[in-house]
């Protein structure tokens, strides 16, 4: 499989099938950190030294997310930061799910 960092999240206006489990197994192998939930989205939790790093981080996978046009769920408890990626028009994971996840995962030196 190609790096996933140099691919580009395609519009999906549903009307597609959400990844199969099997296929979503062989996409995390390129995730590192990342686990599925119920094979309905995948999510991972970042933690950092303190809120306004957990921020600077959020700032950053903000700008990603908007370059890209696939936004996660963002969570964030003072320093811990959780994200989950989903492709809710076929409410479930597509490509451009783990397109993200790695883009988001070149942001922390410890995640790739």
Do not use: Q
């Amino acid at each position: 499989m190609e790096d996933l960092t140099k691919k580009k999240c395609v519009p999906c206006e549903g009307g597609v099938p959400s990844f199969e489990p099997k296929h979503a197994d062989e996409y995390l192998r390129y995730t590192s950190g990342w686990k599925t939930v119920d094979y309905k989205s995948i999510e991972r939790e970042f933690f950092f030294k303190d809120f306004k790093e957990a921020m600077a981080f959020i700032n950053k996978v903000a700008k990603i997310a908007e370059s890209e046009g696939h936004h996660p769920d963002i969570y964030i408890f003072y320093n811990k930061v959780r994200l989950a990626n989903s492709t809710h028009a076929i409410s479930g994971l597509s490509e451009n799910d783990f397109i993200l996840a790695a883009k988001i995962n070149k942001l922390v030196p410890f995640a790739s």
